[in-house]
């Protein structure tokens, strides 16, 4: 069973600066890694699929990165819709998982 | 348009079972995995598992292997989830959601999740 650690568990910054959020493997899913963006009463919003592959109407602030191990997603310059919390996924075979999550909020 | 529709809110007791539903539209029913996804309050994401509607096969997260059961009614294109055991940390919001490729693909990609449902609030207390 693979674990994803994401970090930092929160992020407080303010609109128009850069957000980088970090998730590690406990080991390599290939490039089977995937971003979600989460508000409160609202489904998840699949944002990044294999990595780097934004999903459709996804801005291109969103951008996605690593291999292995390690992933990375950036959000270029915040807007004031971004403030949310976001979750790494990983697919092992039939399996899949999520990270912890971090909330990115308005500092 | 792909919706997913979910079955209302539930309230059970510690022990009792709980079978959710989900039905489809908008697509080929049996063209896409159906996952469900939880999400107790104050938490984060748990997935739960995924089904193939084609074939009915599923897989299930191992913490929650032997107490749920996914299946699908291709004639009324639902997916349902069932719950049995019930404990208070099972209470949370439950979504189901449609995978972004097709059923041959989920295994070559992230198997992400593209489409969800309004989600189900289940509640277990006594």
């Known amino acids: 069973e693979i674990v994803l650690t994401q970090s930092p568990a929160t992020l407080s910054l303010s609109p128009g600066e850069r957000a980088t959020l970090s998730c590690r493997a406990s080991?390599?899913?290939?490039?089977?890694l995937a971003w979600y963006q989460h508000k409160p009463g609202q489904a998840p919003r699949l944002l990044i699929y294999?990595?780097?592959t934004r999903a459709i109407g996804i801005p291109a602030r969103f951008s996605g990165s690593g291999s292995g191990t390690n992933f990375t997603l950036t959000i270029s310059s915040l807007e004031p819709e971004d403030f949310a919390v976001y979750y790494c996924?990983?697919?092992?075979?039939?399996?899949?998982?999520f990270g912890g999550g971090t909330k990115v909020e308005i500092k | 348009q792909v919706q997913l529709v979910q079955s209302g809110a539930e309230v059970k007791k510690p022990g009792d079972s709980v079978k959710l539903s989900c039905k489809a539209s908008?697509?080929?029913?049996?063209?896409?995995?159906i996952h469900w996804v939880r999400q107790a309050p104050g938490q984060g994401l748990e997935w739960m598992g995924i089904?193939?509607?084609?074939?009915?096969?599923?897989r299930y997260a191992p913490i929650i292997e032997g107490r749920v059961t996914m299946t699908r009614d291709t004639s009324t294109s639902t997916i349902y989830m069932e719950l049995s055991s019930l404990r208070s940390e099972d209470t949370a919001m439950y979504y189901c959601?449609?995978?972004?490729?097709?059923?041959?693909?989920?295994?070559?990609?992230?198997?992400?999740?593209?489409?969800w449902g309004q989600g189900t609030l289940v509640t277990v207390s006594s």
């Open positions: 959601g449609r995978t972004l490729v097709g059923l041959r693909y989920c295994i070559t990609t992230s198997c992400q999740i593209q489409h």
């Open positions: 908008g697509y080929t029913f049996t063209s896409h995995h």
């Open positions: 089904i193939n509607p084609d074939d009915g096969g599923s």
């Open positions: 080991q390599s899913v290939s490039n089977y």
């Open positions: 294999d990595v780097f």
């Open positions: 996924q990983e697919r092992n075979n039939w399996l899949l998982s």
